[in-house]
C-alpha cells in the first residue's frame, strides 16, 4: 500500500517535533560541546533532518544534498554567531530544496525562496530569542513559514501518485466516490 505524502503538514509536524526536542537536544549537545556551537549544531541537525524529507519527497537520492549538508555542519563549528549561522541554513535549505530537489527554473521560485527567506529570518531579527522557550517557539514559526512554499507551488506529483497501479484500491474508490459527491 503506498501512503500519500502531504509536505504542508508533514513540514509542520516536523517544526513542532524540533522546536519540542530544542532544549534536550541542546542539553545533550552540551556535555560535548561548549559556545554557540550548540546551537548551531542543533540547527544542522534540524536542517539535516528536512533535507531528508525534501530528498524523500522529490523521490531524488538523498545524497545529492550531502555537499551543502556538509558545508553547513563545517561552518557550525567555525561560525561564533548565532544569528549568522542562523541566516546560513536559511540559505541552505533555499539552495537545497530550489536548486537541488526540486528544479523548476523561473522567476517565481527564486522571488519566493527570497520571501520565504527574509520570512524565516524575521523571527530571529525580532524576537532575538535569548531563552530556550524563544528558540522553541522560534523553530516552529521557522516551519510554518517553510510550509508555506509547498502552500503556493502544491506539487501534485507530491501530494499523490501518478500511476494508478501505485494506488491502493481503497484510495481510488474514494477518490471516485469524492468525485461523484463533488458533482451532485
Sequence with gaps: MVISQHPIRTTIFFGLICGLSFIPANLALNYLLRGPSVINLTLWLYTAGYALLLGRWSKKP???AGFPLLFLFVTSFLVDSISAFYLLSLVVISWI???IYFKNPGRIKLVVEL???ILGGIP?????PGSAFAWMLG?????LIQSLYFVIFE???IMMPQDQSETDLFER????AEAILSDL
Excluded: E, Q
Design 115 to 117: 520571501l520565504l527567506g
Design 62 to 64: 538523498i545524497l545529492s
Design 139 to 143: 523553530i516552529w514559526m521557522f516551519f
Design 97 to 99: 530544496r530550489t536548486a
Design 155 to 157: 506539487n501534485r506529483a
Design 173 to 176: 474508490v474514494s477518490r471516485k
Design 124 to 128: 530571529l531579527a525580532v524576537y532575538t
